[in-house]
């Protein structure tokens, strides 16, 4: 740029220099042009031809110059581009399965869609299990890895690819397995090369049972890949772990026989992580209980999800019922500044902290000094998961914040443990409970899962028994977050969120008092002068729990006990919506609890509502204020041509929320005669019909077992 500067100042010297000498010869040339009949002088001529020539030169000049310049700068201008297309690539390359197995030397890959953390824990013990075959797996979340991949599996060596696929909610994937769903449903792909293997986990209480397992199980058979066992199918309302170890116990048999190799021997403890005690650090580096980035509670930034949670201070907390033994209580939690959306239906996660007391017992049994600082880290250093949880930390936030202490643990964890006990027989106890022999399966149930014995319980029960901690919190599974319903409308309160739930106490078989570890934390978070006590962790989880959308369509809502959650949100918005003038159909409302002066939850409110006409009709079954008990289901049979009118006639929604085991399928059977009665259909027709409700968006549900 700067020669063609040069250039055209030089020209211009030139020209200016060239008018000076010869205006007038340049006049004369310039009206030669125009009349050829007048002669120049000589000298002019002269002139006039010097100038033409010099001036093609210097144009030629300019030109040539001018375009070898275009395209030097082009090439400067280009070459910062290269990095750029040069570093969109490794991630690309990171996010192939496939590479990083052949890197490592995997020829297994379990993939997991996890909501609480199962379907990931038993991706990781299947993974451990390859060893024992001669042949090296992999846990993998399918949110970090392209899936298209899959089609290129079969250019390894004996390789397979395994799912644990969780249902959440009704019939959806988790959240992290959401990208390999949509791309399941639009892929075209050729998974010919490709053999696999699903393990469902599922709740038969819910209505879409194992509906992910299923779907992902009979999808890939469609795109061409090759099944090499059956579909496993787990269920929470029964035993989990058992359904798991029955599946896995003959899924390895099929691998072996598929392949044509053997088990290598006996199944073995192998640590995935090492300890490093850290005696200087500095604790500013020292994570606290953040979930992900450190220091994220001190500094706080949108957006929040799982992994950033926004710390929401609790500006009320209030018992909701009047008598009884049971804790029913309300929560509002202030989300101000956090540019935190939500929906009436949407969910709030709240991450709890586990009761001090029986982490301090934990530290006395094992004496452990759970002050000290320490990491664990993974062996495998191609692991994106370098920890169990975040590190460095103490072994107290660790069992405080990141471990589940009261959840009975699982067999794998015991017969990790086995090798601690000291005393033959528990060791053998332990042993025995972990295998798959049926008798090792009814002791389990018994000793373990019926009894309710956590990791402490079973410490307190075996004397014996006193494992590293270090190698404790390794085998431990996470604490996970807690969802509610959340009880409040963003168009009356922008800036809170509403909790409705109550406290969970019980005592155990072995005479123990178990407290629920979320309900028991948020009913200590009394609003007051210390701030940091009353703060909770939270985000919000979008639900498909919602109001339709002309606000004139009729609602019948039902929800017995904590399940009036939604409900209240449902109802501040309609009310809001008439407030705006909108025309509102009829809001029906059928609540249930167990006696009007003990637990009737928000009574003054939907008295207030019904009196202000936004609740059309107010139902509400009292289970034990009389000899027979009545539900929420004896109401509807009770105006079950009012039902029908509105369902059929008025296109009317419906929404039931609570008990899925008990409630929310008697409730479904009430309409199925229902719509059998009032609409002479027969039994089947009568259920298909319901079906078609749900498939429109017109019967939702948001239940729980």
Excluded at 5 to 32: F, I, W, Y
Excluded at 214 to 227: F, H, P, S, T
């Amino acid at each position: 740029m700067l020669l063609l500067e040069v250039v055209v100042t030089c020209m211009n010297s030139h020209l200016q220099q060239t008018r000076k000498q010869s205006v007038v010869p340049l006049t004369v040339m310039g009206d030669a042009g125009m009349e050829p009949n007048i002669s120049p002088p000589d000298n002019a001529a002269q002139q006039d031809s010097l100038f033409s020539m010099t001036d093609v030169f210097l144009i030629s000049l300019i030109t040539g110059l001018f375009t070898y310049w275009f395209f030097f700068r082009k090439k400067k201008e280009e070459v910062p581009d290269l990095p750029k297309i040069q570093s969109v690539a490794p991630p690309v390359r990171d996010s192939s399965f496939i590479e990083k197995m052949k890197k490592t030397g995997r020829n297994i890959v379990v993939f997991y869609g996890s909501q609480t953390g199962t379907a990931e824990e038993f991706a990781n013990r299947l993974s451990k299990d390859a060893h024992r075959y001669g042949l090296r797996g992999m846990a993998a979340d399918p949110e970090e890895y392209d899936l298209s991949d899959l089609s290129r599996l079969s250019e390894i060596d004996k390789s397979l690819a395994v799912f644990c696929m969780a249902t959440y909610g009704e019939g959806d994937p988790t959240d992290n397995a959401q990208d390999f769903y949509d791309w399941l449903q639009e892929a075209d792909a050729d998974l010919s090369g490709l053999r696999f293997a699903v393990f469902g986990l599922g709740n038969k209480t819910y209505e879409h049972f194992n509906a992910m397992g299923k779907y992902v199980d009979k999808r890939l058979e469609e795109l061409g890949a090759q099944r090499i066992f059956e579909l496993g199918l787990g269920d929470d309302d029964g035993n989990l772990e058992e359904d798991f170890i029955t599946w896995r116990e003959q899924f390895w048999p099929a691998v072996c026989e598929h392949f044509g190799v053997e088990a290598t021997g006996e199944e073995s403890s192998i640590r995935q992580y090492e300890l490093v005690v850290h005696t200087d650090v500095n604790m500013n580096k020292v994570y606290t209980g953040e979930m992900g980035r450190l220091k994220s509670y001190e500094n706080q930034k949108p957006p929040f999800d799982a992994k950033n949670p926004f710390l929401a201070q609790v500006m009320e907390n209030r018992k909701l019922n009047e008598g009884g033994e049971r804790h029913l209580m309300h929560l509002e939690l202030d989300i101000s500044n956090s540019k935190i959306r939500y929906e009436s239906g949407d969910h709030v996660a709240v991450y709890p902290a586990n009761d001090s007391s029986l982490v301090s017992q934990i530290g006395e049994i094992l004496g452990t000094d759970l002050d000290t600082i320490m990491s664990l880290n993974n062996l495998d250093e191609e692991s994106n998961k370098k920890h169990p949880f975040p590190c460095p930390t103490s072994y107290r936030t660790a069992l405080t914040y990141y471990l589940d202490i009261t959840n009975p643990p699982r067999t794998n964890v015991l017969y990790e443990l086995a090798q601690y006990a000291t005393d033959a027989g528990e060791q053998e106890r332990l042993r025995k409970m972990a295998s798959s022999a049926a008798e090792g399966k009814a002791l389990y149930l018994s000793w373990v899962v019926e009894a309710r014995r956590n990791i402490l319980a079973i410490l307190q029960d075996m004397p014996s028994l006193r494992p590293p901690i270090d190698h404790l919190c390794e085998l431990l599974p996470r604490l996970q977050a807690r969802y509610y319903s959340i009880a409040s409308s963003s168009k009356v309160h922008p800036n809170a969120i509403h909790i409705c739930a109550v406290t969970v106490e019980y005592e155990t078989k072995t005479g123990r008092l178990n407290k629920g570890v979320a309900t028991n934390w948020l009913k200590s978070k009394v609003p007051g002068e210390n701030r940091s006590s009353s703060l909770v962790p939270m985000y919000v989880r979008k639900s498909q729990f919602r109001l339709p959308f002309k606000p004139s369509t009729p609602v019948i809502m039902i929800g017995p006990g904590t399940g009036i959650a939604p409900f209240i949100g449902f109802i501040q918005e309609r009310a809001w919506l008439k407030q705006q003038g909108k025309e509102v159909g009829d809001t029906v409302l059928y609540y249930g609890c167990r006696r009007e002066r003990e637990d009737y939850l928000y009574r003054e409110e939907l008295a207030r509502f019904h009196q202000e006409g936004v609740l059309t009709q107010l139902n509400v079954a009292f289970s034990r204020d009389q000899a027979e008990k009545v539900y929420v289901q004896h109401l509807l049979k009770k105006n079950k041509e009012n039902i029908w009118k509105l369902v059929n006639e008025g296109n009317a929604h419906i929404y039931v929320c609570g008990d899925a085991r008990n409630m929310a399928r008697d409730v479904q059977n009430t309409f199925y005669e229902i719509v059998a009665e009032f609409g002479n259909m027969s039994q089947p027709q009568a259920v298909d019909y319901v079906k078609k409700l749900m498939t429109k968006g017109r019967y939702s549900l948001d239940v729980w077992s």
